[in-house]
């Protein structure tokens, strides 16, 4: 069969469903090509909305992994309708109900990864780069970590991952996948007010996290989805209400610690994983960030990379 | 051989490494689907490793045998961490503890177990000392988890299992076992038969089942089971194990047979050779088998039927081979799991019972 190559918005809406329906796409996502299938519509949609710059192929030799978004085989494709995912004809988890499925979809890509992917060091954490140097902000709950992720994002920083941080096992150069950003409840407006011309998927309610959207990723960081960079920073943030921004050295040791706590492979990956965990502390600065303002933390984090850049060109 | 394409490829290149070599990059895509969803990439990466091949394999696919290899090998010293602490919670119970499956053959570094990748620990006591074990197991942080009543009665009353117990800390499973067949099931064994003969393992205070027992109680795990999921995985472990006894043993073959004879369990040694004569062509001695089929006294019904429903049933369950012969065969596989174990008259119960359970679950989440 003759390989189609594209990007998925050279694609009609109807040539791209069709597609989607036969099991025929694939998706490129940073390094991975994901050959997806579903026959929902509303699954259809999102991913035409949120992977619209991304490279496409049709029925590729190979594909790293076979996901599907389907309705149970059972009384719940009728009766309070579900949805659920599979990877390689297995459903790693409960259906949920049917209006989650686009989500259902990110949230098992997510897993995918997580499970599959040990060539990867996975943090849970946002990464984005600039001048060639990568930002990595692990995320203890409510810590705003994806506010400020999607902020930064549209905002000079190139969007390696709103998630899951992928770091190379052998020499931890960070991987780009530039996918979709999840946000929830009222950084779902804040962010709406903050970033204007993005592309957004429907709004979900009622779901585990409550109210749940995903934004589509900046076209930029699609296109160079492929160029890979190395950590520079580490930096836990945490958004406090009315406080002013500060930006504070943290201690290594202890720095060692919590993003150990917040890698998703660290045990799998044994004594490699703690090696890796050291040469990454060692590697980088490590903050604490405090804020409240979306407006600061742009403007404290375009100080560290300038002053960064600064140093580097021996001023 | 006996099998669709696909799941053939896969078997073939668990047999014989070498055929990795040189494999189109559209065959790996296939292989890595099959062998993700049969739990044997870890066994395909092992040979993979074995056979230095890891520079030659196409780019998109190394990465892949390198995480399944991590894994595998994380299981593995997993598995021997966990029995350390079982040690350390069970070492002053004075009882025979046999570890049974994946873990009796990571611990004694059998063939069986390289690559493997696992659910569980499954152990083994006397249902005498069930309630100490479970005692002293519970002091250690290991506790059944929330599960309902019926549940826990299913199990109590009627498994040769207790429910499933959680460490509250390493969220590790283990399946405290005191019999290798459901009490309910037909031709449930004398399990002092199976205490024993089973010989100490490498770790002391924890033994194994003996050779002849460890192949048939893989066997009988095979056809008991109402699940099918792991199948390949099963037959895969049947074969290594058989092989690696026959090369300490030229007569393993003979003293299987007449260990399942004694034993009672000669219908699923039998079912389980001709899997493997048809699947895996193993070469099975013709009077061993003859035997075995005597002492099985199937009806003709059964003896024609059941390795071909067996057969395609084990075709793997991924789309790229699932039909509708194997989909029926897995469900006549289903039934006939659940009806092993339980009589008819406590199984159509317990079956409704768990349809309209999963109903009500799944309403209550939803809430």
């Known amino acids: 069969m003759t390989v189609i190559r594209g990007s998925v918005a050279q694609l009609s809406f109807v040539d791209f469903s069709r597609f989607l329906k036969e099991g025929k796409l694939a998706l490129e996502v940073g390094s991975l090509v994901i050959r997806c299938r579903s026959i929902m519509p509303s699954v259809a949609k999102s991913i035409y909305t949120l992977y619209k710059h991304h490279p496409f192929q049709i029925s590729p030799d190979f594909a790293d992994f076979y996901v599907e978004v389907k309705a149970p085989a059972n009384l719940r494709r009728w009766y309070r309708p579900q949805a659920e995912f599979l990877v390689d004809g297995e459903r790693p988890f409960e259906p949920l109900p049917k209006d989650q499925a686009p989500a259902l979809f990110e949230w098992g890509i997510n897993w995918m990864v997580a499970a599959s992917c040990h060539f990867w060091f996975t943090i849970h954490a946002a990464s984005l780069e600039r001048n060639g140097q990568v930002l990595i902000l692990p995320a203890p709950p409510g810590s705003g970590k994806s506010t400020l992720c999607a902020a930064l994002a549209f905002n000079g920083w190139r969007l390696f991952s709103d998630e899951l941080t992928l770091l190379d096992i052998e020499n931890i150069e960070a991987q780009a996948c530039a996918r979709p950003i999840n946000l929830k409840n009222e950084s779902i407006d804040i962010i709406r007010r903050f970033v204007t011309d993005a592309e957004w998927s429907p709004e979900v309610f009622d779901t585990l996290k409550g109210r749940v959207t995903h934004l589509a990723p900046p076209i930029d960081s699609v296109m160079k989805m492929r160029e890979r960079a190395f950590p520079r920073w580490v930096v836990f943030p945490k958004y406090v209400a009315d406080a002013e921004p500060s930006l504070t050295l943290r201690s290594k040791p202890q720095s060692c610690i919590d993003l150990a706590e917040n890698a998703l492979n660290y045990s799998i990956l044994g004594e490699t994983g703690f090696n890796l965990v050291t040469r990454l502390i060692d590697h980088c600065d490590c903050y604490d960030f405090i804020y409240s303002r979306l407006e600061d933390a742009l403007l404290t984090f375009e100080q560290l990379a300038e002053s960064e850049q600064l140093t580097r060109n021996g001023f | ?367």
């Open chain 2, 1 to 367: 051989m006996a099998c669709s394409l696909n799941t053939s490829l896969l078997l073939d290149v668990i047999q014989f490494p070498g055929n990795l070599r040189n494999l189109p990059l559209d065959s790996w895509d296939k292989l890595l689907r099959l062998a993700r969803a049969s739990n044997l990439i870890g066994r395909i990466a092992e040979s993979v490793h074995d056979q230095n091949m890891l520079a030659f394999l196409p780019s998109k696919v190394r990465p892949h045998i390198i995480a399944a290899r991590i894994l595998s090998l994380h299981q593995r010293q997993a598995i021997q961490w966990e029995i350390r602490h079982l040690d350390d919670a069970l070492r002053k119970l004075d009882i025979p503890k046999v570890l049974l499956k994946g873990a009796a053959y990571t611990i004694n570094d059998l063939d069986a177990a390289r690559g493997r990748l696992y659910g569980d620990v499954d152990l083994l006591v006397p249902r005498s000392h069930l309630a100490k074990a479970e005692a002293a197991l519970m002091l250690k942080g290991w506790s059944v988890g929330n599960i309902d009543a019926y549940d826990q009665r299913y199990y109590r009353q009627w498994m040769h299992e207790i429910p499933p117990m959680i460490h509250c800390q390493r969220g590790s499973a283990l399946d405290l076992h005191h019999n290798i067949l459901p009490l309910t099931a037909l031709n449930s064994p004398n399990i002092d038969l199976f205490f024993q003969n089973a010989i100490p393992s490498r770790v002391s205070g924890f033994a194994v089942l003996a050779h002849e027992d460890m192949v048939l109680h893989s066997a009988i795990h095979f056809f008991y089971e109402s699940e099918l999921r792991n199948g390949l995985r099963d037959l895969i472990d049947l074969n290594f194990l058989i092989n690696q006894f026959l090369k300490e043993d030229q007569n393993f073959w003979t003293l299987l047979a007449e260990r399942a004879y004694i034993t009672g369990l000669s219908w699923p040694l039998l079912l389980a050779m001709s899997m493997l004569i048809d699947m895996l062509e193993m070469k099975i001695p013709e009077n061993v088998y003859d035997n075995v089929k005597k002492a099985a006294k199937l009806d003709v019904l059964s003896g024609v039927l059941l390795p071909k429903i067996y057969l395609q049933a084990l075709q793997s369950s991924h789309p790229l081979d699932n039909n509708f012969i194997s989909a029926m065969s897995r469900f006549a596989i289903y039934i006939r799991g659940h009806y092993l174990r339980m009589p008819v008259k406590l199984l159509f119960p317990h079956l409704a019972r768990k349809a309209v359970g999963r109903l009500i679950k799944a309403n209550n989440r939803k809430k």
